[in-house]
């Protein structure tokens, strides 16, 4: 757990100097911590177990629709497993997987799950946005005939 707040997050590294700010990053770093030292073990454990375990529903998802372009050599068939979200997690954090490589360590997970949070946060935008209503357009508007400040033609 020290490894991952201490080599994972940099929390030696960031400028706060208040007790409050620190503690409140140590909070907010602890939760992401927790989840990544699991899934790492638990993808040791048990690596064909589901990922959902461990990853959110979103993550999985994003995941699994990302596989084909970070690790083409991965085929995917089922549910995704835990060994595989976390090859896929480290993938995104610049993890190049070969039989010689050593497991990924906490730095590229780190990058990796934020990268992956990112790609969470646009997809669930977009989820957002196709479910709103459409409004209609701004930026493009239609002319409406006589009397329209737009020229005929337009």
Known sequence: MHKALK??????GRQHEAREHLENLLALTLLTS??????????RT?????????????EVQVLQAMAPQLSPRMPLQGALTL???LLLIAALGGYMANPQKRPPGWLVLW??????RDYVAGFSL???????????SVCNPQ????????????
């Open 46 to 58: 048990l690596p064909d177990e589901p990922a959902d375990a461990v990853l959110a529903p979103a």
């Open 83 to 85: 060994r595989q979200a």
């Open 34 to 43: 927790v989840k990544l030292l699991r899934l790492r073990t638990l993808s």
């Open 143 to 154: 002319p409406r005939g006589r009397g329209s400040i737009f020229p005929e033609g337009a």
């Open 126 to 136: 977009a989820q957002f946005l196709s479910a709103a209503p459409r409004l209609p």
């Open 7 to 12: 080599t994972g997050c940099r929390l030696e």
């Open 111 to 116: 990058r990796g799950y934020e990268r992956l």
